[in-house]
């Protein structure tokens, strides 16, 4: 029996971690969970749009307190908020407020591992000599948490049948694991975080190595700006993908089915998003691609609609993996989970900002013609990057 090296044990760990943390079986169910104790859509949109203002508040602060402590006290807690919040949920008994309280745990449990979890896995894979396996890895750990996700769901579907509140009850068996994992995941900087003061006082100082990353360093506005104008693009409008299946006459029977399709795709292109690490030019290909195929979606077939709707669903992985290590890459160490909290927040506001305009485009257009929109926005970011990305000629 072949002995994996502690890099690779830690590794396993960490992959544990993650698929634990998105193998949730209430996934399946809690919008229409809300629906059947008697909210009304436009309330569970409401609950929605506070789970994403709630990340954006808790962001900051989150990526402040992982850049203190230990990280493993984040990646514990962040299942635990998680658990609650379903814990919540099943004792609501109709009421709204408990509804919005889970939400704000669950925002919680968000913000807390977002800037500990990106910071810990660069650590790790730095710290033994391997940061050229970063975006491998990375990649990697963005398929298990998709295939987790839809693993999930449709173990959650059979759960709800027999029980609603059975999904949300057995989701909080792998949150445990998950917490339990997280606790093994060693903070490489234990030795810096235990010999040095890390008192409130140096809050200025990683507010003010984060905002240097982001006024100093080219490469961390560029990887900022792609994944908020490119990939939060399509990931807002993947939300409404059923919706496009609908519209283009597909049976309701087959939605689930051909969403799944879709989704094992991406994971897989996700767990192989490493090898598209050299081939910069992808960065402008793939949206364009992507954007082209949305655009003509409305005047060709169904078959090619649907065709056109996977293509820019799977396509946003790799895209998703290399702009993140790109970032990674990019930024200071001192402040790494401080200055990756600070992206995402930057993200989800310009997320929920998508949702606004959106709901704006379905208000005076039908869902195809949104979506061709959404296509020609996709075509004009693509030539933005191949302007930006371009061998520049005539410089010495």
Known sequence: MIRQSPFRQTLNIYYLHVFCYDFI???????????????????IGGILAFWAAGIIVFEIPTGLFSDLIDRRFLLILAPACKAICFLIWIFADGHVGYYFLGMAFWSLASALRTGSKEAWLYEHVSSHGRPGEYTTILGRERGIQDAATLLGAAIGGVFAGLNLQLAFWMSTIPLTVCAVSG???????????????????????????ALQDYFSKPQVRYATLYIMLCVTCLSTLEDF???????????????GITIAAMGA????????????????????????????????????????????LALAYILIA??????????????????????????????????????????????????IETYQVCGLYLVVFALWDWFQTRPKTGSS
């Open 25 to 43: 079986f209430g996934y399946a169910i809690f919008p229409a969970y809300f629906q059947l104790q008697g909210s009304s859509p436009e309330l």
């Open 183 to 209: 606790g093994f995941l060693k903070d490489v900087r234990t030795v810096r975080l235990s010999t040095e003061a890390t008192p409130i006082s140096l809050v200025p100082g990683l507010l003010k190595s």
């Open 241 to 255: 993908n059923q919706l496009f299946l609908l519209a283009i006459k597909m049976p309701v029977w087959s939605i």
């Open 265 to 308: 795709a991406r994971a897989l292109m996700s767990f192989f998003s490493g090898r598209f690490e050299r081939l910069g030019w992808i960065s402008w290909v793939f949206p364009a691609l992507s954007g082209g195929a949305l655009l003509a979606s409305g005047f060709f077939p169904s078959a090619f609609a649907l065709v056109a």
């Open 318 to 367: 790799p895209l998703l993996v290399l702009s993140m290590s790109r970032f990674q890459h990019a930024i200071a160490s001192t402040s790494r989970a401080t200055s990756t909290s600070l992206m995402s927040m930057l993200i989800e506001s310009l997320s929920v900002v998508f949702n606004v305009l959106i709901a704006i485009l379905f208000s005076v257009l039908t869902v």
